[in-house]
């Protein structure tokens, strides 16, 4: 997996950082952390809810464009 640069970046443009997110989604920084960085796949469920969190789809924080990179 790549890192979720529009994930960092859509949480930059919301002025939060990993633990706001994590805090309001109900999961650790490190969690957060791991997403960004490519380490772990979230379950769809908490993709949903960060999406809420930050105003965005899916398809705008978690849709790969190329997904043989």
């Known amino acids: 997996m790549s890192k979720n640069l529009k994930f960092k970046s859509a949480r930059g443009g919301k002025d939060m950082s990993q633990k706001d997110i994590a805090d309001v989604v109900s999961v650790t920084r490190q969690t957060i952390n791991a997403i960004e960085n490519?380490?772990?796949?979230?379950?769809?469920?908490?993709?949903?809810?960060?999406?809420?969190?930050?105003?965005?789809?899916?398809?705008?924080?978690?849709?790969?464009?190329?997904?043989?990179e």
Do not use: H, M
Not at 42 to 59: D, M, W
């Open 38 to 68: 490519g380490d772990y796949n979230p379950s769809i469920n908490l993709c949903i809810a960060i999406c809420k969190v930050l105003g965005k789809t899916l398809n705008d924080i978690f849709w790969e464009d190329d997904l043989n």
